[in-house]
Structure formats: structure tokens, C-alpha cells
């Protein structure tokens, strides 16, 4: 059975950096495209960045030029490195994953969700 799981989050200043992990159980991340969604209060949740099995990614314009995607698949680990981060980046993270490797922001195409983890920006 395949399982995520996110940690990092956590309570920063605006303008601070934080870095999201995504541990994948029950899989092989390589196989996998990976993505980071979000939801913040009251809102749906929302596609933040993609990678796929090449290293290609692809970013909300919301975050581009300051979130970055990444993975490690020794370590069947995805991360986030958020920097500059804003308020209106506060929400629950979640980390998705899905077996084939198009870098897709729908959400549909995830077949694989983790828990969340929450992050909050003060100003």
C-alpha cells in the first residue's frame, strides 16, 4: 500500500524559507510523477509544482521563482524549498504522487495523497 507522508511545515516570518519533505512508503518514486498541492483556508486546494522522473518541473505561476521542487529517489523523498515566502502561502501542503509521467497540476490525474502538513506565514 502506497503512503506519503509530509513533515517541515511549521509557523515562519513573511520573507522567510522553509523546506517540505515528502516520504513515500510502499513505492519506488522513480516510477512515480510527483507534485505538491495546497489548500488554505476557506479555498480550494491548489497545484504548487510538478516533477517527473527526468527532473523536469513545473510551477504555479504563484510560486515561481521562489518555491522550488525537488526529489531524491535513493531516498524516496520529495521536497519543497519555499523561500520569500508570503502570507498568503499559508495553507496545509500536500504531496501527491501518480504512476505515469506527465507533470500534470490536475488533480484528478493524482492517485496517491498524503496527510498535509501546515504551514503559516506571519507578517
Known amino acids: 500500500q502506497v503512503q506519503l507522508v509530509e513533515s517541515g511545515g511549521g509557523l515562519v516570518q513573511t520573507g522567510g524559507s522553509l523546506i517540505l519533505s515528502c516520504a513515500g512508503f510502499g513505492c519506488t518514486f522513480s516510477s512515480y510523477a510527483l507534485g505538491w498541492f495546497r489548500q488554505a483556508p476557506g479555498k480550494e486546494r491548489e497545484f504548487v509544482a510538478a516533477i517527473i522522473w527526468t527532473g523536469y518541473t513545473y510551477y504555479a505561476d504563484s510560486v515561481k521563482g521562489r518555491f522550488t521542487i525537488s526529489r531524491d529517489n535513493a531516498k524516496n523523498t520529495l521536497y519543497l524549498q519555499m523561500n520569500s515566502l508570503k502570507a498568503e502561502d499559508t495553507a496545509v501542503y500536500y504531496c501527491?504522487?501518480?504512476?505515469?509521467?506527465?507533470?500534470?497540476?490536475?488533480?484528478?490525474?493524482?492517485?496517491?495523497w498524503g496527510q498535509g502538513t501546515q504551514v503559516t506565514v506571519s507578517s
Open positions: 501527491a504522487a501518480k504512476t505515469d509521467h506527465t507533470p500534470t497540476p490536475a488533480q484528478h490525474a493524482y492517485d496517491y
